[in-house]
Nanobody, 123 residues
Framework: QVQLVESGGGLVQAGDSLNLACVLS????????MAWFRQAPGGDREFVAS????????YYADAVKGRFTVTRDSAKNTLFLQMNTLQSEDTAVYYC????????????????WGQGTQVIVSS
């Protein structure tokens, strides 16, 4: 059973940085696509960034390009989201998600989900 556990959220000031982590278990994860989504209060769950476990192809939402970086540590089965220059609009619950194969960059395409970690950016 695949399990995802996020950490690293918190309360920060606008312009600050945070690094979210997602530890995966139940692999192997070769062929998987991993992603970060976020959901603001009253909003839909929206795509943030994705990375294929191999070979590491990345995609980003326009809203975070140039500020967020997604990486993975295959040896530690951990996915990261480095978030720089945070803005109040980035306030949301951030979720780690996994798909066993190629996936469209929408929430419904991902089978496995973490419990989420809250990020609050005060302006």
């Amino acid at each position: 059973q695949v399990q995802l556990v996020e950490s690293g959220g918190g309360l920060v000031q606008a312009g600050d940085s945070l690094n979210l982590a997602c530890v995966l278990s139940g692999g192997p994860f070769s062929g998987y696509v991993m992603a970060w989504f976020r959901q603001a209060p009253g909003g839909d769950r929206e795509f943030v960034a994705s990375i294929s476990w191999t070979p590491g192809t990345k995609y980003y939402a326009d809203a975070v390009k140039g500020r967020f970086t997604v990486t993975r540590d295959s040896a530690k089965n951990t996915l990261f989201l480095q978030m720089n220059t945070l803005q109040s609009e980035d306030t949301a619950v951030y979720y780690c998600a996994a798909s066993p194969g190629p996936a469209r960059l929408v929430a419904g395409s991902f089978r496995y989900w973490g419990q989420g970690t809250q990020v609050i950016v005060s302006s």
